[in-house]
């Protein structure tokens, strides 16, 4: 099977740092995609890890260890906007092919003033 | 840039009642793909297509059927809609191969609400 946890909710103070985690459980592993949701609207891409380490997009990172089965996505000097749904995702690999994605099933981050 | 379009955004039907949900994309995409979610389960896929002509079966695709006669449009149908079966069902694209890191581009959603 595969499977993906990650915390169901998070709080944090406008311009603080917050790391989202997320583990998974897959038979192979291509890698760990981040994506954002606003108020149940469409979901949006943020980032991809093929490999280890760190991946920066602006206030966003993404970090990856495959060997932990383990990645998170960190939000530097959060901002009222960036209160959403937060989902990590893997392909799920079958016959060679990645042609599904898996989504862990969402952590809410809520931004406080 | 309109991206990927659903039709109709929101829909309230009885039980045992059928409807269809298009999705239309116009980024050339080959994959597309049509999810469900529900409250603090995140998005479980129903059916998807790789390309014009085919589908396969997601994780959740019993009670929907889907039809890609056109690359860009993707069809979910509910023969006989049950209440379980509301939900907010979220169709998507992304191209071809990249051994499933590429982007996948969402459409705005279709709230069903079956009563």
């Known amino acids: 099977g595969q499977s993906l946890e990650q915390p169901s909710e998070v709080t944090a103070v406008e311009g603080a740092i917050v790391q989202i985690n997320c583990t998974y459980q897959?038979?192979?592993?291509?890698?760990l995609s981040w994506y954002q949701q606003h108020d149940g609207g469409a979901p949006t891409f943020l980032s991809y890890?093929?490999?280890?380490g760190l991946e920066e997009t602006g206030r966003f990172s993404s970090f990856l260890s495959r060997s932990d089965s383990y990645g998170y996505l960190l939000l530097q000097e959060l901002q009222m906007k960036d209160s959403a749904s937060y989902f990590c995702?893997?392909?799920?690999?079958?016959?060679?092919?990645?042609?599904?994605?898996?989504f862990g099933s969402g952590t809410q981050l809520t931004v406080l003033p | 840039n309109a991206g990927v379009t659903q039709t109709p955004k929101f829909r309230v039907l009885k039980t045992g009642q059928s409807m269809t949900l298009l999705c239309a994309q116009d980024?050339?995409?080959?994959?597309m793909y049509w999810y469900r979610q529900d409250p603090g389960m995140g998005l479980r896929l129903i059916h998807y297509?790789?390309?014009?002509?085919?589908?396969a079966k997601g994780e959740v695709p019993d009670g929907y059927n889907v039809s890609r006669l056109k690359k860009q449009n993707f069809l979910l149908g509910l023969e006989s809609a049950a209440p379980s079966q509301t939900s907010v069902y979220f169709c998507?694209?992304?191209?071809?191969?990249?051994?499933?890191?590429?982007?996948?581009?969402f459409g705005e959603g279709s709230r069903l609400t079956v009563l």
């Open positions: 998507a694209s992304r191209e071809r191969g990249k051994r499933g890191t590429g982007e996948l581009f």
């Open positions: 897959t038979s192979g592993f291509y890698g």
């Open positions: 890890n093929g490999l280890d």
């Open positions: 995702a893997v392909p799920l690999i079958s016959s060679g092919s990645a042609r599904q994605l898996t």
């Open positions: 980024m050339n995409h080959e994959y």
């Open positions: 297509s790789v390309g014009e002509g085919t589908t």
